[in-house]
């Protein structure tokens, strides 16, 4: 990969990091107020680290090895940051495989926010859309249907990894939910849990959460190393952000709005990719930058009229 292009890649992924793992920071903030000084400075520091190398590191490893298992797991991990053109075609002929998948889970993951989910509403037809949450079962299931019908046409792996996604999908959505709940205990300080109970349960929720953007940065890039490079600088950021800046963050609403139009439009460009329709490499940043920028002037607008009608 050229350098011009290697740049936006890890611009977009570090973006993309960051919009996508809003909620997160969020919760940890949250939970922070609970904590010591001491604590707090654990968190930004191994947390940190454990965020960005295991979790940033190991899960696109993990992802490789999972659609290369002929190279097994020392061969995919050295894989990943091989230059040897034979193993970067054989990382992309099994890129179909992992697009299907991690595109599905995408695309299932923003119609559960379009249906399910309390948001503000940032454009025309959110609001009716979510009226009309007893649909969402019904939208992904003939979503399903469709592609595994399509895939089955191409490769049956590819179709057994887009069901793999819609699992994937489910399994994290209750952890999810299960986060909530114990996030509500830790705030409130019922759940009796010790300052370091506390940050290993918040690296959990990190890895949970952090699935999302992983899963999502494989469409800038099948490239390990950008992908850790851009999703890392994303982490530290907002790692900083959640210690210190948080509050301000929250008050530009429509973020999360453009987090999940970020991953729509992602989990679109990986299905098209992995059925043979070529996107150019420079397009997902593009579009990633341009939605993130579009509700952050949308969201400082709103704060703006907000202030002015205050005074």
């Known amino acids: 990969m050229h350098l011009i292009p290697a740049i936006l890649t890890i611009v977009g992924l570090a973006v993309f990091e960051i919009i996508s793992s809003i909620d997160n ?19 930004l520091l191994w947390g940190m680290l454990f ?30 940051f091989s230059n040897d053109p034979a193993v970067g075609a054989s990382i992309e002929k099994s890129g179909p495989i992992l697009l299907a998948g991690g595109g599905t889970f995408l695309i299932f993951l923003f119609f559960h926010w379009l249906f399910m989910e309390t948001k503000n509403y940032g454009l025309i037809g959110e609001k009716f859309f979510h009226r009309q949450g007893v649909w969402f ?7 399903l249907s469709v592609l595994v019908w399509l895939a089955l046409g191409v490769n049956s792996i590819m179709a057994f990894s887009i069901v793999i996604g819609s699992t994937a999908f489910f399994i994290t959505h209750g952890f999810k939910q299960n986060a909530e709940e114990e996030e509500k205990a830790l705030v409130s ?12 349960y918040l690296e959990i929720i990190d890895a ?78 593009v ?25």
Do not use: C
């Open 25 to 43: 920071a969020v919760v940890n903030a949250e939970v922070l107020q609970t904590m010591s000084a001491k604590a707090k400075k654990w968190f």
């Open 51 to 80: 965020a960005v190398f295991m979790v940033r590191g190991l899960l696109p490893w993990a992802i490789i090895w999972a659609t290369n298992p002929s190279l097994g797991a020392l061969g995919a991990f050295f894989a990943s």
């Open 137 to 143: 079962y019904a939208v992904i299931s003939i979503i």
């Open 189 to 200: 300080g019922t759940s009796g849990r010790s300052d370091l109970s506390k940050i290993l």
């Open 208 to 285: 949970t959460f952090s699935i999302d953007g992983v899963l999502g940065a494989f469409a800038f890039t099948l490239s390990v190393p950008l992908i850790i490079i851009g999703s890392g600088v994303g982490a530290i950021i907002l790692r900083k952000l959640t210690v210190s800046n948080i509050e301000n963050v929250k008050k530009y609403i429509y973020l999360k709005n453009g987090a999940m139009y970020s991953i729509f439009f992602l989990g679109l460009i990986m299905i098209l990719d992995a059925f043979g329709h070529h996107i150019p490499e420079w397009f997902s940043p």
């Open 287 to 311: 579009v990633t930058l341009g939605i993130v920028l579009y509700f952050f002037f949308k969201s400082k607008k709103h704060l703006k009229n907000k202030l002015t009608v205050s005074v």
